[in-house]
Each structure stands twice: as C-alpha cells, then as structure tokens.
C-alpha cells in the first residue's frame, strides 16, 4: 500500500525539481511528435511535380469536406489535378486523406506555426501544397 505512494511521491517530486519547464517560445521551439499532423504537403516526382493523380479518394474520405478536386487528362491519358483546393480553415487534421492516398502524394507536414488575419492563405492549392514540401524535408 504504502510502496505506490512512494513510489507516485518520487515522481512528483522528480517532476518538481526537473528544470526547465518551460522554454523561450518563439525563439526555441519544441519539436513536433513523430506522430503529430500538421499542415499538409505534396511529395513531387521526379519533374518536381505533384504526385497526385487527381483520383479522388482523399476527397471522398475528407469527413471535413475540404478538399475539391478538378480533374484532367494529359496528352497520353495521366490524370492530373487541374485544380486542387485544401481549405484548412476547416480542417480536423484527422490525417484521414494521407492514409486514403494510393499514390502517397499528400503527406500531413511538420508544420504547427500557421496564423493569419484573412482566410484567403488558408486555402492551398497543389503551388501551395508543393511549396510545404520544403518544411518537410
Ligand atoms: S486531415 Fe482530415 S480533415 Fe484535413 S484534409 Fe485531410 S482528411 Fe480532410
Ligand atoms: S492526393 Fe492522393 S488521394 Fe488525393 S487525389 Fe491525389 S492521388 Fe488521390
């Protein structure tokens, strides 16, 4: 009975007397869990283009509906995105659209540090998605 108090005590007071608590935010920074979702990129093939194939799945799978997709054809039957809009304003960061993705085109990104004053950054497009991948090396 008596050995889990103590034992429950000795972590308190580890945790009390560890230093330091906190940090000088903005100028360090914690880094991000191996697990965490942040905002989104798109890996690039080989032309540094994205490697979405405009197939629609994380747009079906999105429970946020904030994906829209418009698709197109190349000259030798290659589906490509001819728009793609991410609006994260209303993303949940769920991650639902990296797992759907069959191509691993869309990857949730390290980024945690996104403020605005408009809504209009916060609606990305396939430029915009490109531009993250060096956030995410
Ligand atoms: S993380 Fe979730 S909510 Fe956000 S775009 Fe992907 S599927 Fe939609
Ligand atoms: S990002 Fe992936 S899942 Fe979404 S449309 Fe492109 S290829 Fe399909």
Redesign the pocket.
């Known amino acids: 009975m008596i050995i889990p108090l103590l034992k429950g005590l000795a972590f308190t007071l580890g945790r009390f007397f560890s230093r330091p608590i906190t940090i000088q935010y903005p100028e360090e920074k914690v880094p991000p869990a191996k697990r965490w ?1 942040g905002i ?1 990129y798109f890996e690039k093939d080989e032309q540094g283009k994205t490697k979405c194939v405009a197939c629609g799945l ?1 747009m079906a ?7 829209h997709i418009v698709t197109a054809e190349d000259e030798n039957g290659k589906r490509y995105p001819l728009t793609y809009e ?1 609006d ?1 304003m ?9 797992e ?1 993705c069959p191509v691993n085109a ?1 990857f ?1 990104g390290k980024t945690y540090e996104w403020v605005g004053r408009e809504r209009a950054p916060f609606l990305m497009n396939t430029e915009e998605l490109l531009e993250q991948k060096k956030y995410n090396p």
């Open positions: 979702r989104q994380c799978v999105c429970p946020s509906q904030c994906i991410l994260a209303r993303c949940i960061f769920c991650g639902y659209c990296e759907a869309i949730m």
